[in-house]
């Protein structure tokens, strides 16, 4: 009994005199790296999106700035998201477009977004932005920043009309979620 | 005490509830340890699909780093009561968000110190899952649950457990109870009855109880044992009583035969004697005899050694039983005679181990006159032996009395010997009442009467002071054996004669015996019917007598008797008629001696018959030759006295015609003299007798006329010649007293009868004269001569051939 004791006292003064030293992920999250935060977010919205075709791999699109590219690439490229590679390729003319699985819009790229996301309509690609206008223009999901924090919403209309079932997992992550112009949920 | 000391209700109540508490303890104790383990293991259960839900639920928000969310998520947790604390980790290890209620903070376990699984504290249960996305680990989440409400329903529980346990307990005693009565109380009575009968030994008993398998077969079958037992108790006490009874039997029979029994181990050399064996020697069954020498120590002296070889010999086996015939002492004081039958048990090797056997007390036979039934000879010897310790210590005196019975002979030859046995009966109880005898087996004190001899009786009688007693007693016997005695309507005389010894003329029994006896000879040869005393005088007398009797018959076998001759005168012609024949002995020492002195004794025996014939011979033969050579008319005759004994001898007539035969002589010739007394019993033997010696023509002559008792009427059925008239009446002749008279009727009474008449012992002229008027026929007496040899008388006879007249001359002269 009194190893016992012993014991669960070890673990309680090690826990009470870790506490303080541990490292707060989100206090530190916000100077990173912006578009490596963004790049592991596709990632996961690859994780909670279903394809309707269920492509073998997953063709990640980076629609604008260049320098960009190597972020993505070396954050995501040759992971798997649901049994499917993730291969990561930078878009430059918007007829390619339809070849991809999900399609990010930088801000860059931001007055070709809608006739490119027009263009898009009804086909299975999952597109991401981060313009403010973004889901608007008929984008299915917006990065945004939240009190230094990356996060997103979701225009669940789009996505419904492109096939794209999105888990409702994310939904709930996502600060707000709209459908046809009108909100479902929000924060 | 030990539990197997406790009674079997109390050892059923304790094994029924401890077995009931033990069976409800361990029925709570497995049903709380599987509660539990099933509590546990459901609990993870669920909080594993909680964390898992949580897991998933949360992982999107780890994905995207999405902590509030994380949060949200957890604080759903608050809606599960027993939920302490929810966490959520990275892979790094950092926590992302957590739940806590009540600033609860066990759930911070770093996860990477432990592995997944649920740890389990005291109160609790901590559950650490991974969080998985696409089936790629993200992080981990450890949820706390508290489990302080489980213990309580497991106290809930031990409370029912304990409350069923006190029922259950309660039941079992009350089921305990009822199974101890059921079973414990006929077993308790079947003790009971078992212990009545243990202690009255009463097999009738049985257990009436009532019960039911295997109690109720138990009882059942102690009863049939019992039933069992009592038939073979039965039949034992039925075996026992018949033993008994054949034990009881055989006592009684041999208490009934007065059999002593004996039963010698002779390994042991111990001797069991049966209280009659004691008993028997005056003993009472007190007196615990064990050892042979207790047997052997009563034996007579002269016959131990007997005893002792018979059954030495028995047991060598020599003999097929062991059978003797002894004497052994009684406590009284005497000698009681026993015959003694045993049987030695022999072993394999065929040693004797075992004798027994029986002892019979054969006195009564073995001194018991068998026809009077009073003591014999050897008795009386037996008793004499004692009676002369007795008086020698004691300085006392007794007498020994020898009865001989004076006409015993004459009874038995003329009534028979059925007569005779009935007159011995009689006697022996007269004598036994005049002396007043009591028990045969008496002690020294005691006197006793035997039969000795064929018509002899003895008397031992006892303490007396002086010789007057026995004469007392004597005189008393003579008296009552005088008394008439009937036989058959017959009144019976007889009378007897006793010899009296003291007890100081002699030193043994055969002595005073003897000496009683001849005291006896002597009061026989006094007269009879009387007693004398025996003194040292009567010795010598009886000695003479003895010698002559010895001498006697040496005198015939050599020739030392004679025959003289008295002659008889015929007063018609006072010429000799005759002779009568008298022996004489002529003794080489004594010379001359009269037949009075040897007669009587020959008498007493068979010499008188050889004699007698003797005479008879002699007589005939000289008369035979006188007449041949003396021829005269009418012839010589002889007389010869015949004795009542060889009257009686049925020889007689065979013994008359021998003699006559062997010397030729007429039986005309020959006359016999029979006395009056001898002829009275008028036997048919005695009239046979007569009655040939009559045919053969012999003259018959009674001799002693006028002295019997007997009446008359003899004289016409018995075939008489001649009468002779007693001396007595002749010497008498006149004295002036009636003498003549009764000779004249005589004489007149034999010519009445035609019977010749001769006068006996005429010793006088008177006489003669007298006679001669009275017309007697023939004299004979001194006054002719006096018995002389043949010689003599021959030439007595020729003288008076010659000159008749010269007999009466000379008969002066020769006196």
Redesign the interface.
């Known amino acids: 009994m009194r190893t016992r004791i012993s014991v669960r006292m070890v673990v309680f003064l090690c826990a009470v005199l870790l506490l303080p030293c541990m490292p707060r992920p989100a206090c530190t999250q916000a100077s990173a790296d912006e578009y490596q935060v963004k790049a592991a977010f596709l990632f996961h919205f690859a994780q909670f999106v279903d394809w309707p075709a269920g492509p073998p791999s997953i063709g990640v699109c980076i629609f604008g700035d260049e320098p960009h590219r190597q972020e993505f690439q070396s954050t995501i490229e040759g992971k798997l998201a649901g049994g499917r590679v993730l291969h990561v390729r930078l878009l430059s003319q918007t007829l390619d477009a339809e070849r991809c699985d999900v399609l990010f819009f930088s801000r860059d790229e931001a007055r070709r977004q809608a006739t490119v996301l027009k263009s898009l309509h009804g086909l299975p690609v999952l597109t991401v932005g981060e313009t403010d206008n973004f889901l608007s223009d008929g984008g299915m999901i917006r990065f945004h920043l939240e009190r230094g924090k990356i996060r997103f919403d979701i225009n669940l209309g789009a996505a419904d009309s492109a096939h794209l079932k999105i888990s409702s997992q994310l939904l709930l992550l996502a600060t707000s979620v709209t459908r046809g112009g009108g909100m479902i949920r929000g924060r | 005490m030990r539990i197997r000391d406790f009674s079997i209700r109390v050892n059923l109540a304790l094994l029924i509830l401890s077995t009931s508490v033990l069976a409800v303890v361990l029925a709570s104790l497995g049903f709380a340890i599987y509660e539990r383990q099933s509590y546990r293991a459901s609990a993870v259960r669920e909080l594993t699909a909680l964390a898992d839900t949580l897991g ?2 949360t ?3 780890l ?5 509030g ?1 994380a949060k949200e998520m957890l604080g759903a947790m608050a809606t599960e009561p027993h939920a302490l604390a929810a966490c959520l980790y ?1 892979n790094q290890g ?3 968000a957590e739940y806590h209620r009540h600033g609860d ?1 066990s759930g ?3 996860p990477a ?1 432990h592995r997944d699984g649920s740890y389990f ?1 005291r109160q609790s249960l901590t559950l650490l899952r991974g969080v998985f ?2 089936g ?1 680990r993200t992080g981990s989440i450890v949820l706390v649950f508290d489990l302080s409400d489980f213990r309580s329903r497991l106290l809930d529980y031990a409370k029912i457990a304990l409350l069923v346990l006190f029922l259950s307990v309660l039941a079992t005693f009350l089921a305990s109870l009822h199974l101890a009565r059921s079973i414990g109380d006929p077993l308790a009575q079947l003790a009971a009855v078992a212990r009545r009968i243990s202690d009255d030994k009463d097999y009738s008993l049985r257990a009436r109880i009532r019960a039911g398998g295997e109690t109720g077969l138990l009882i059942e079958s102690f009863n049939e044992m019992l039933a069992r037992t009592e038939s073979g108790e039965q039949t034992l006490k039925d075996t026992l009583a018949s033993l008994v009874e054949s034990e009881e039997r055989y006592a009684l029979a041999a208490r009934g035969a007065k059999d002593g029994l004996w039963d010698w181990n002779l390994d042991t050399d111990e001797i069991f004697f049966s209280p009659r064996w004691n008993d028997m020697l005056g003993y009472s069954e007190k007196e615990h005899w064990s050892c042979p020498d207790d047997w052997f120590s009563h034996i007579h002296a002269n016959d131990r050694k007997l005893v002792l070889d018979a059954i030495a010999a028995h047991r060598n086996g020599k003999t097929p039983e062991f059978v003797s015939e002894y004497r052994m002492h009684h406590k009284s004081g005497g000698y009681i005679w026993m015959l003694s039958r045993g049987i030695a048990v022999r072993d394999a090797s065929g040693k004797a181990i075992r004798m027994a056997g029986s002892q019979t007390d054969i006195t009564e036979g073995k001194i018991a006159d068998p026809l009077t039934h009073i003591p014999n000879r050897l008795y009386l010897i037996d008793r004499l032996e004692s009676a002369i310790d007795f008086a020698r210590h004691n300085k006392t005196l007794f007498a020994v009395l020898f009865i001989d019975l004076d006409k015993f002979k004459f009874v038995n030859d003329s009534l028979g010997h059925a007569a005779g046995n009935e007159v011995l009966i009689d006697v022996a109880g007269r004598l036994r009442t005049s002396v007043r005898t009591t028990s045969r087996q008496s002690g020294p004190g005691q006197s006793v009467v035997a039969r000795v001899g064929g018509d002899e009786f003895a008397i031992l009688l006892s303490h007396i002071q002086h010789e007057d007693d026995a004469a007392i007693v004597a005189g008393r016997i003579l008296e009552r054996i005088g008394e008439p005695l009937y036989f058959e309507g017959r009144r019976i005389f007889v009378s007897a004669s006793i010899g009296i010894a003291l007890s100081s003329t002699g030193d043994t029994p055969e002595d005073l015996l003897r000496n009683a006896d001849t005291a006896m000879y002597h009061a026989k040869a006094s007269g009879k019917a009387r007693y004398e005393f025996f003194n040292e005088g009567l010795r010598e007398m009886v000695v003479t007598r003895f010698e002559t009797e010895t001498g006697l018959r040496k005198a015939i076998d050599e020739r030392q008797l004679v025959v003289y001759y008295q002659p008889i005168v015929s007063l018609s012609d006072n010429r000799i008629r005759g002779f009568e024949a008298l022996v004489r002995w002529d003794h080489p020492e004594r010379g001359l001696i009269l037949p009075d002195e040897f007669i009587p004794i020959s008498e007493e025996s068979d010499l008188i018959v050889i004699l007698g014939r003797w005479v008879l011979r002699e007589s005939c033969r000289q008369m035979a030759e006188w007449q041949r050579n003396f021829a005269s008319v009418p012839p010589l005759s002889v007389s010869v006295n015949v004795s009542f004994r060889q009257l009686s001898d049925p020889r007689l007539a065979q013994d008359v015609e021998c003699a006559l035969a062997e010397s030729g002589l007429d039986p005309k010739s020959l006359a016999l003299e029979l006395t009056e007394s001898s002829i009275m019993g008028d036997a048919e033997q005695t009239l046979a007798t007569l009655d040939r010696l009559k045919k053969m023509n012999i003259q018959l002559e009674i001799d002693d006329f006028g002295t019997g008792y007997s009446s008359l009427s003899y004289l016409q059925k018995l075939p008489f010649d001649i009468l002779k008239i007693d001396r007595s009446f002749i010497s008498e002749l006149g004295n002036g007293n009636g003498s003549l008279d009764i000779v004249k009727a005589i004489l007149e009474l034999a010519h009445s009868l035609r019977l010749g008449a001769i006068a006996e012992g005429v010793e006088t002229e008177e006489q003669l004269d007298s006679l001669r008027h009275l017309n007697c026929d023939y004299i004979q007496g001194y006054l002719l001569s006096k018995p002389v040899s043949a010689d003599v008388a021959e030439r007595l006879f020729l003288k008076t051939l010659v000159s008749p007249a010269s007999v009466l001359a000379t008969a002066g002269n020769q006196e």
């Open positions: 998933a639920n992982a999107a928000s994905a995207f780093n999405d902590q969310t990275d950092h926590i992302f903070q911070r376990v770093l110190r504290g996305l696409n790629e």
